[in-house]
């Protein structure tokens, strides 16, 4: 494990064979997998720090993410709990509807902190209950350089230039450049990389915001509970990935309409340290005042059991619903290529952002050990992401801006609930791919 940033630089660095832009989930996901098939990579995390902060984030782990971990974890740690029914409440809190569903429930810093283990051997408490992945002579080279920010990318024939800003260890900032065979671009839906290849890409608020906390099982009400715990709730209009009961976090997600532009958002997405941040307010940020105006709404919309949840929610965090799709994955004769949200950042309604990148970098290793040949990544993924991008505008508008009967949305979140390999494609999600 190398935990001095910018160490070997550009001499040590150019015999990597793939750079990885991103370190957080997505490219993890691509650090992972490419390690256990053998290939050297990489990975560039603009953070200043080795460890990404926990953002407090609940996951549904789709089919890609269990298989995900079903074929590289390591670490034996059990990465979900279950969900066995949907419910929905009306305003009162009354269950208006339930139906039995199994859905694999999981963390964001869980998964980045068993993925990590498994990239660079970091350990950590969330490893209890499993252990620290054993090396192997099959395995890749790793490097995870943190405080590393791209600013560049050149095609220089048969490789790739990446021109990047790091600190030295005099806190100094240093111009740096490294080549490669292969860049990975998994730095987000605000991706630096597209913003290079497809400047024309922009990244659109959809006029309404998704709040999000988590409360401990044990601060929670019976009345919480009973619609809460190993249930999948909705309502219309564990600390270090302990798993066990009582140890658990509920997880609770809200989205509020403000329109672009009002003193409301202006208000939620000013920090505390006076910063108007455009996308996302990160947990311990939110200021005052304006989490006790979401609270005080919260208390008139919600029903009461989740109303409880904002209430009793200690590290809040706010996100910005947006929209950005590349019209393409593969640039500079396929030195480039775009994975998870860099390609497509679905809303969240979809539950299939953290799946999608799984699927993406599994099926890139297949290309690359010549299972698949490049069309058919190229199509499989492009039209994963064009379907379920424009699946969950649809959803969310529905959901944010009709009023619909409740079997409408029951159909809409049914509609999401397909495995991907079920999926029917229309016509249109493959319209230009052979030329890409």
């Known amino acids: 494990m190398n935990a001095v940033n910018g160490a070997g630089s550009n001499g040590e660095s150019e015999r990597e064979d793939i750079v990885i832009v991103g370190g957080s989930l997505g490219g993890l996901f691509a650090g992972v997998v490419l390690k256990c098939h053998g290939y050297n990579t990489t990975i560039f995390e603009r953070t200043n720090q080795f460890l990404l902060e926990n953002q407090g984030a609940g996951v549904v782990a789709g089919g890609d993410t269990i298989e995900f971990f079903e074929k590289y974890d390591r670490t034996g740690k059990p990465v979900a709990v279950p969900s066995y029914k949907r419910l929905y409440l009306n305003q009162k809190g009354d269950i208006i509807h339930e139906k039995v569903n199994r859905q694999n429930m999981t963390s964001w810093d869980l998964l980045y902190y068993l993925m990590r283990a498994n990239y660079d051997r970091v350990d950590s408490p969330y490893l209890e209950g499993g252990k620290l992945p054993e090396k192997r002579p099959s395995d890749g080279t790793v490097n995870y350089r943190y405080g590393c920010t791209v600013t560049n ?80 709730c909705f309502f219309h209009a564990g600390e270090n990935g302990n798993t066990s009961p009582s140890h658990r976090l509920l997880n609770f997600v809200w989205y509020a309409n403000f329109p672009d532009g009002s003193a409301e958002l202006e208000r939620i997405m000013t920090d505390k340290d006076g910063r108007r941040r455009k996308v996302t307010i990160p947990p311990g940020m939110i200021t005052w005042d304006a ?54 950042g679905f809303r969240p309604h979809t539950v299939a952002s953290t799946s999608q990148a799984a699927f993406n970098v599994m099926g890139l290793v297949d290309w690359l050990d010549g299972n698949i040949d490049r069309r058919q990544y190229v199509k499989q993924t492009m039209q994963y992401a064009r379907l379920i991008q424009s699946r969950g505008v649809h959803i969310g508008n529905r959901s944010q801006f009709e009023s619909l009967p409740i079997e409408d949305y029951i159909e809409d979140r049914n509609m999401m609930s397909s495995p991907r390999p079920d999926l029917a494609y229309p016509e249109w999600t493959a319209e230009g791919l052979d030329s890409i």
């Not at 050149?154 to 900032?173: P, T």
């Not at 497809?198 to 409360?215: F, L, N, Q």
């Not at 006790?292 to 996100?319: I, R, T, Y």
Request: charged share 30%; glycine share 6%.
């Open 291 to 344: 989490w006790e105006m979401l609270k005080s709404k919260a208390s008139e919309k919600l029903p009461p059991q989740m109303a409880e949840m904002a209430h009793k929610s200690k590290n809040p965090f706010v996100q910005c619903i947006t929209d950005v799709t590349s019209p393409r994955n593969f640039y500079m004769d396929n030195k480039v290529v775009l994975i998870g949200d860099a390609l497509a």
């Open 153 to 232: 990318i050149v095609d220089e024939g048969s490789r790739v230039r990446i021109h990047f800003k790091r600190k030295a260890q005099d806190g100094a900032e240093v111009d740096d450049s490294l080549t490669t065979r292969l860049v990975i671009a998994a730095d987000g839906p605000s991706s630096t990389i597209r913003s290079i290849l497809e400047p024309s890409v922009k990244r659109d608020y959809a006029g309404y915001v998704v709040i999000r906390g988590t409360v401990p099982e044990l601060e929670a009400s019976q009345g919480a509970l009973e619609v809460f715990r190993e249930r999948f």
